[in-house]
T-cell receptor, first 112, second 115 residues
Framework: KQEVTQIPAALSVPEGENLVLNCSFT??????LQWFRQDPGKGLTSLLL?????REQTSGRLNASLDKSSGRSTLYIAASQPGDSATYLC???????????FGKGITLSVRP | NAGVTQTPKFQVLKTGQSMTLQCAQD?????MYWYRQDPGMGLRLIYY???????DKGEVPNGYNVSRLNKREFSLRLESAAPSQTSVYFC??????????????FGPGTRLTVT
């Protein structure tokens, strides 16, 4: 059974810092991996989708990498801003017809 | 495009009452999902529908029923609400392989309290 782990559960950084959020998964046979952002009291917003054949995806100040062999993905946020404060979740899809397995998320606080 | 919409946004029920949570998507997606999110438990799949006319149980289906009314709409029903069903409920949808990027989109959620 796939398990997705995100450590630490919470992170606080000063504004302007570059930071890396980690995600690890136990079964490397994945179809794709998706990073989401969740603001308090809101739904999940998709940030980046990485297919199993890809190594990374970029969107603005965000860069997500995927290393299937080691069961890891990282979300890199450049020049963090207070508006980046939110919970970031990663989720993996094990196969074309399987469902997403979610990590419990990392709550990020960016201090002005 | 409205994306995935859910109604109501908030609901308070008494134990034993019933209600239906509504979900609709306008992205022409085949697959739709219902999740619940609880502190410390993360997101857990209740039911899903891979295509119109099909539904399957997820991780925590007990106490719930679903209806895939058509391609756009997927409803979740609580027949006899219990305090353990106090949670935030999210609907989601995505394309199926071959339809395009297999990316999942979420609605804004329904915050349900059962007293």
């Amino acid at each position: 059974k796939q398990e997705v782990t995100q450590i630490p559960a919470a992170l606080s950084v000063p504004e302007g810092e570059n930071l890396v959020l980690n995600c690890s998964f136990t079964d490397s046979a994945i179809y794709n991996l998706q990073w989401f952002r969740q603001d308090p009291g809101k739904g999940l917003t998709s940030l980046l989708l990485i297919q199993s054949s890809q190594r990374e995806q970029t969107s603005g100040r965000l860069n997500a990498s995927l290393d299937k062999s080691s069961g890891r993905s990282t979300l890199y946020i450049a020049a963090s801003q207070p508006g980046d404060s939110a919970t970031y979740l990663c989720a993996v899809r094990g196969g074309a017809n399987s469902k997403l397995t979610f990590g419990k998320g990392i709550t990020l606080s960016v201090r002005p | 495009n409205a994306g995935v919409t859910q109604t109501p946004k908030f609901q308070v029920l008494k134990t034993g009452q019933s209600m239906t949570l509504q979900c609709a998507q306008d992205m022409n997606h085949n697959s739709m999902y219902w999740y619940r999110q609880d502190p410390g438990m993360g997101l857990r799949l209740i039911y899903y529908s891979a295509s119109e006319g099909t539904t399957d149980k997820g991780e925590v289906p007990n106490g719930y029923n679903v209806s895939r009314l058509n391609k756009r709409e997927f409803s979740l029903r609580l027949e006899s609400a219990a305090p353990s069903q106090t949670s935030v409920y999210f609907c989601a949808s995505c394309k199926t392989p071959g339809q395009g990027p297999y990316e999942q989109y979420f609605g804004p959620g329904t915050r349900l309290t059962v007293t």
